[in-house]
């Protein structure tokens, strides 16, 4: 009798260290999971921080830093850098008294889409507004897309 008595609080003993083995490995497996989700929040909140609007001649685009800093050269680059870093206006927007026409190609290619099609498709005035805008942007890596700004480059 006192053999089965005892088998048996071996079987629970055995039943609590299991049980507390897979507690705790559902605790760590919680706290995984816990720790990735602040990450998550937390360059999500990085990215919400880094969010700006551009007033472009009244159209307003919303965007971040990191995608407008992309080409290091740019207007966009030197407009955040520590040193001619400008402020918002009253409204928390950041006017540019451009065009705001071609923009939308500017930050499409800004944030690595293949616009050369896009470009390829326009006429002959509005590319030549696109080209001025790469240019007043200084855009370097889009040069490739406008003729006449790479010719703009080549030394005489």
């Not at 930050?107 to 896009?118: A, I, P, Q, S």
Request: charged share 35%.
């Amino acid at each position: 009798m006192k053999r089965k008595r005892q088998d048996g609080d071996d079987d629970i003993e055995e039943r609590k260290s299991v049980t507390i083995e897979s507690l705790a490995k559902q605790i760590e497996d919680l706290k995984s999971r816990f720790q990735k989700l602040e990450e998550t929040f937390n360059e999500n909140k990085t990215r919400q921080s880094d969010r700006v609007v551009l007033n472009i001649g009244g159209t307003r685009f919303t965007t971040s830093i990191l995608t407008l800093t992309t080409d290091k050269d740019s207007f966009f680059s030197g407009m955040f850098s520590e040193v001619g870093h400008q402020q918002p206006d009253e409204y928390n927007e950041y006017f540019i008294d451009r065009s705001p026409t071609h923009f939308p190609i500017i930050l499409n290619f800004l944030r690595g889409y293949d616009v050369e099609e896009r470009v390829s498709s326009l006429d002959a005035p509005s590319r030549r507004e696109l080209e001025d805008d790469i240019d007043y942007y200084n855009i370097r890596d889009m040069f490739d897309l406008c003729p006449r700004l790479l010719r703009k480059q080549v030394p005489i």
